[in-house]
């Protein structure tokens, strides 16, 4: 049997693309699998994302059945697999540190350090202003923050508002996300 990225095994016993209306179509519970090993084992998707560099999946995921037992019992339609919000930094892919959750949540908590540049999260300088600006996608639309005569301050101010952004999504969800983003709103306010 041919390993996927040589960890991940497919045990089930059906095939993993079907022909719908003339079209190749992928099972979806097979496509989460596979991304998930990628994302854990493939050297060139490690290439791009550093740090993704030392995840792992559990013993039990590695088998494609294992997996697609556990997503048979989740809310996964139109979500994607998430393995950091239930414990922060995670790098372990396991049914008791993963959910699935909505794009939107997903990208909440990402951090895009390599695109930073010199400032503190959520901070840049106001060429026209000439202070500290700070900005803040929430839902979907970029909002300006206020503009502010230090990096301390700004960064406070983007640290508040990010804090405060998080605990409102975080009480439209259920449990256990409603507390692990309580959690995450907490780790940001801080610092």
């Not at 089930?12 to 989460?32: I, M």
């Not at 998430?82 to 939107?104: G, M, S, W």
């Not at 639309?141 to 406070?156: C, F, P, Q, W």
């Amino acid at each position: 049997m041919k390993l996927v990225y040589g960890h991940g095994i497919n045990d089930v016993n059906a095939p993993t693309h079907t022909v719908v209306d003339g079209r190749r179509v992928t099972d979806p519970y097979y496509v989460r699998w596979r991304r998930m090993l990628t994302r854990a084992y493939c050297p060139k998707y490690h290439a791009t994302r550093p740090t993704y560099v030392g995840v792992t999946v559990c013993d039990d995921w590695l088998r494609f059945s294992g997996f697609k037992s556990w997503m048979m019992e989740q809310d996964w339609e139109g979500k994607q697999l998430d393995k950091d919000i239930l414990i922060p930094e995670n790098k372990i892919y396991a049914p008791d540190r993963c959910l699935f959750v909505t794009q939107e949540i997903n990208k909440l908590l990402n951090d895009y350090a390599e695109g930073r540049g010199k400032y503190p999260k959520g901070v840049s300088w106001d060429t026209v202003h000439k202070r500290y600006q700070v900005k803040l996608c929430m839902r979907g639309t970029l909002k300006h923050i206020g503009n502010y005569d230090t990096v301390e301050e700004a960064s406070r101010a983007y640290r508040d508002a990010k804090s405060s952004h998080v605990r409102e999504i975080a009480d439209e969800q259920t449990e256990p996300l409603r507390s692990a983003l309580h959690r995450h709103a907490d780790r940001i306010q801080h610092g």
